[in-house]
Nanobody
Framework: VQLQASGGGLVQAGDSLRLSCKAI????????LDWYRQAPGNQRELVAS???????NYADSVNGRFTISRDNVRRSLYLQMNNLQPEDTGVYYC?????????WGQGTQVTVSS
């Protein structure tokens, strides 16, 4: 299983970014997929999840600003991030728990300046 994340960058507060994650080597359509992030000095935290049926959950800190989505045909996971704030800065990872193993993408850096 490989997860290939992309789309990070350096933006100003209030800007938007869209992260993408391409999945290879798993039955994409049946799995819950997640985005996590890790800020310097902090533990990795769950940002958003989307189930195989499309049900979504968000961390309180991003609810209303971020939108997680998936395209099962393209085997891709997305995170639309609007109204970014400096506290959103960190490395963002896509994740899937598959066959009792946690798989992580390589991470993509998001930096939000004030």
């Amino acid at each position: 299983v490989q997860l290939q994340a992309s789309g990070g960058g350096l933006v100003q507060a209030g800007d938007s970014l869209r992260l993408s994650c391409k999945a290879i080597g798993l039955n994409f359509g049946i799995n819950t997929l997640d985005w996590y992030r890790q800020a310097p000095g902090n533990q990795r935290e769950l940002v958003a999840s989307i189930s195989s049926s499309g049900n979504t959950n968000y961390a309180d800190s991003v609810n209303g600003r971020f939108t997680i989505s998936r395209d099962n045909v393209r085997r891709s996971l997305y995170l639309q991030m609007n109204n970014l704030q400096p506290e959103d800065t960190g490395v963002y990872y896509c994740h899937v728990y598959y066959r009792s193993i946690d798989f992580w993408g390589q991470g993509t850096q998001v930096t939000v300046s004030s």
